[in-house]
């Protein structure tokens, strides 16, 4: 699917997601005071989407000047309102999101989360038309199972009991989630277009979504927590700033992976930094490890190699192969027959 | 690994196996009365032995009647000796998962007993020298997931918390049953001795093991619960002989795939019935099935399906298969291009 040469950057832009995405995870609890956000989060994102925004204008310009020539930029309205759909998406996934949260606890929620790994890979089929060997279908189905047991907690309250509404705005969720995903790609690869006039595009109509919607939360609530203007950075700490750092580059990342590789890379990249924030969480707040956890790590390496070791890896007998990736099952025998 | 007409009789032995199976639990908890055994579990294993060896006498006297020629029989010492083994190995197991439940809690144990899927994949690797793929590894680690995950009860008491003993007990009786599997399978294959006359060999060697390991359970309590022989059919109920029957079947069956099959599929079998068990559990008694007994089953089912499925199969894309095997990803798009 990848030039061999695209497969390595692939392969590092990928790894650079999974850390970012999970330091994002980290700094934004540890951005909490009190167990509370002091700040508004949606100035977070637009602060975020200013920062892309200038960082794709001021590339694109450097490319303009550095190689005129090969920088594509297609202008016409219908091609550049594509754009604003990415934007309209993620404004309907918020609202979405805050209904769904209404109807099922905040376990099932994060289980029912996973669903955009099947509805990104069903889209990707669907919507791309690109095709998906049974294997690599499996091991789809088997992220979505490794993620779901890594947030299993049978004790207290009963996962998966909530109203028939819940698990419907959870499909919608999920199916929201996937489309952005699968969208974004198509109108990244739709045209030779520089990624950078690209991303400006996308960042633009996100800096007048986000300036929209927050402006709207402020006149729902009658203004009674103040106009967010007037205080944008109120609440503001030091790793609500670092929030907004790995925001932005993850952002730009994803951009990059859906230009150059695909939704099932990013789809990997985030669910195995939501099992690295696990870790790393448990590291730093010092609780022990769960039986689940590692059991759900394991099964999303399995889908991992399942999905992109080459055909002849995967085939390779372990006498070629004294290291097993998965780290469980270790052959060690040197000569042997069939 | 098979040959084509082999692999459709393996698939129905190793299908009824897992049924026998899952009965052979189902029956043994239906047999207990007000939550106990009124009977000696030994006697039971001994009536299966005794009805094993009856019934592998009986088939090969009527090969031996029927086609003499093609009936051949080792009778050396040393090729009949080694059908000894199996049956000291399973002794020894029994006194090693004795020692290891007194080192860990109920649900520790039944999560450490699937190490027992690893220990056969890594001795069928060392001990019958067969080489297994890539993929082969990792659908076993997933089979060792799959099972571990549907026992998963983070409630109460800690899991995987034992004394070291406990581990080691663990790792030991997971060795003891891999390698009385792939043993098993090692005399079997051997030689192209009748099926009958090896299991002669194994279930007459069987039958004395449990003789005196009676006897033996007799004495070192003093006779205190008095000798079995003069009750062996103490406290049986409907349920009890029907456990007999399962598990003289199942060790037919057992026989019969280790012959012309080999340890993976016994393990398949064997992890397959848990699972079925659990399910069947859970329709009798009216529980609800929890979320990680799902997911361990569709862990267990993408693990068989990587193992055994066809490499063409696997790698066929999805617009030649519309239907999934695993029934959450459904492709139903027609007509596609890559």
Chains 1, 2 share one sequence.
């Not at 061999?4 to 540890?30: D, E, R």
């Not at 750092?245 to 990342?253: D, K, M, V």
């Not at 099992?275 to 099964?299: A, N």
Request: glycine share 6%.
């Amino acid at each position: 699917m990848l030039a061999p040469g695209k497969k390595s950057s692939t392969l590092i832009v990928a790894g650079i997601l999974t850390l970012v995405t999970s330091s994002q995870g980290i700094f934004t609890t540890a951005s909490k005071v009190d167990g509370h956000y002091e700040y508004n989060f949606g100035t977070i994102v637009l602060l975020a989407e200013l920062f892309k925004l200038c960082f794709s204008l001021y590339n694109l310009r450097r490319e303009l000047i550095l190689k005129p020539e090969s920088t594509q930029m297609t202008k016409d309205w219908r091609t550049v309102s594509l754009f604003l759909v990415p934007s309209a998406i993620y404004l309907a996934q918020n609202n979405v999101q805050f209904l769904f949260l209404k109807y099922v606890d905040p376990s099932s929620y994060q289980v029912l989360g996973n669903l955009k790994i099947a509805s990104t890979g069903i889209l990707f089929r669907l919507f791309l038309k690109r095709r998906l060997s049974t294997l690599k279908w499996v091991a789809l189905v088997l992220l979505l199972i490794g993620a779901t047991t890594s947030q299993l907690d049978t004790c207290g309250h009963k996962v998966l009991s909530a109203p028939i509404q819940g698990y419907l705005f959870g499909l919608l969720s999920a199916s929201l989630s996937g489309f952005a995903a699968v969208y974004t790609e198509y109108i990244m690869k739709k045209n030779n277009d520089s990624l950078y006039w690209q991303n400006a595009q996308l960042y633009f109509f996100g800096v007048c979504f986000n300036l929209i919607n927050l402006t709207y939360q402020d006149v729902r609530v009658g203004f009674n927590n103040g106009f967010w203007l007037m205080t944008p950075f109120h609440g503001y700490n030091m790793w609500t700033y670092l929030v907004v750092c790995t925001l932005s580059s993850s952002g730009l990342l994803v951009s990059w992976i859906m230009k150059y590789a695909d939704s099932i890379v990013k789809v990997y990249a985030t669910s195995m930094a939501m099992l690295v924030t696990m870790v790393v969480s448990i590291l730093l707040f010092g609780q022990t490890p769960t039986l689940q956890l590692m059991l759900g790590i394991l099964t999303a390496t399995a889908s991992l190699q399942m999905y992109y070791m080459s055909h002849d890896d995967l085939f390779m007998h372990s006498k070629d192969s004294n290291l097993m990736l998965t780290g469980v099952l270790v052959d060690s025998a040197k000569d042997s027959k069939s």
